[in-house]
């Protein structure tokens, strides 16, 4: 079963594409319900996490939903309701983008002056966390939280992940010649044993370009979901579902790929950084 974000969000968009396809608007299901229109709209846009099976009955009924397409729905909603990993760790992760992270089937992720999360050691992680003013507890938490997403890697829906990584990230570590060889040797054994993982540096020498803007990641999903991009803020980022906005990161992460070095070269210079420095 894929994540309950992503089941959550499909059962929204079905839920609108119903009423639409009954012939009512967001005014009329409101009336007829004793609802009020901004309970329905966060229904269907998905800002209520947790409707009921009572609930999405009665739309269903409304919009003359029957037989094994309503039970489809209803199991949708049994199913968005579930409580998964990762809110047992909302201290030190979005679960909004962990969510849908869990459901993708490809994800292109660009992290700025980091190394990916999913290609973290846990001493980069902790190293990081320290950084953030995390103390010991929560910094356990943080790299706990991160082996946990890195399971996707070998399980789960993810099919292809492909990750530009800025060489800066990794000299930013070079002062603890244990932890830069480490975290080297981690990217390598990814991308060289898995079928899934694809990397590639991206040289300081490369100079200014436009994922300078900040960090961001794509994913995409299975039965025509529509692609989300993630972008990174400093207090916290946000999920972008507007098709231009997506397709504007696509750009970025298009221009990123081409200066960054090959996935061949990438392994080549990772692993002389991990043997010589």
């Given at each position: 079963m894929t994540s309950p974000t992503v089941r959550r969000r499909r059962?929204?968009?079905?839920?609108?594409?119903?009423?639409?396809?009954?012939?009512?608007?967001l005014n009329d299901v409101a009336e007829e319900l004793e609802w009020s229109p901004a309970k329905l709209g966060h229904i269907e846009t998905g800002i209520r996490k947790?409707?009921?099976?009572?609930?999405?009955?009665?739309?269903?009924?409304?919009?003359?939903?029957?037989?094994?397409?309503?039970?489809?729905?209803?199991?949708?909603?049994?199913e968005s309701r579930l409580r998964p990993w990762w809110t047992e760790?909302?201290?030190?992760?979005?679960?909004?983008?962990?969510?849908?992270?869990?459901?993708?089937?490809?994800i292109q992720s660009y992290a700025g002056i980091l190394v990916p999360d999913l290609l973290q050691t846990p001493?980069?992680?902790?190293?990081?966390?320290?950084?953030?003013?995390?103390?010991?507890r929560a910094a356990e938490r943080m790299?706990?939280?991160?082996l946990k997403r890195q399971e996707i890697l070998d399980s789960g829906s993810l099919v292809r992940y492909h990750a530009v990584v800025e060489e800066d990230a990794l000299q930013r570590v070079s002062a603890d010649l244990g932890l830069l060889?480490?975290?080297?040797?981690?990217?390598?054994?990814?991308?060289?044993?898995?079928?899934?993982v694809t990397v590639q540096?991206?040289?300081?020498?490369?100079?200014?370009?436009?994922?300078?803007a900040g960090p961001f990641s794509i994913l995409e999903f299975e039965e025509d979901e529509a692609d989300l991009a993630y972008v990174e803020a400093t207090q916290g980022g946000g999920i972008i579902e507007a098709e231009e906005s997506v397709r504007s990161?696509?750009?970025?992460?298009?221009?990123?790929?081409?200066?960054?070095?090959?996935?061949?070269?990438?392994?080549?210079?990772?692993?002389?950084?991990?043997?010589?420095?």
């Open positions: 059962l929204s968009a079905e839920l609108r594409r119903r009423r639409v396809q009954a012939g009512l608007t947790w409707p009921s099976v009572m609930e999405i009955s009665a739309l269903l009924r409304l919009y003359g939903v029957t037989g094994g397409q309503r039970e489809a729905i209803l199991t949708l909603v049994r760790y909302e201290d030190v992760l979005s679960s909004a983008y962990v969510g849908n992270e869990a459901g993708a089937v490809s001493d980069y992680t902790a190293a990081l966390a320290r950084s953030l003013g995390r103390d010991g790299v706990a939280a991160h060889r480490a975290q080297a040797s981690r990217i390598v054994e990814l991308a060289t044993q898995s079928e899934r540096l991206l040289p300081t020498s490369a100079g200014p370009h436009a994922g300078l990161c696509r750009r970025v992460w298009q221009d990123l790929t081409r200066i960054a070095a090959s996935s061949q070269a990438t392994v080549g210079i990772l692993r002389r950084m991990a043997l010589l420095t």
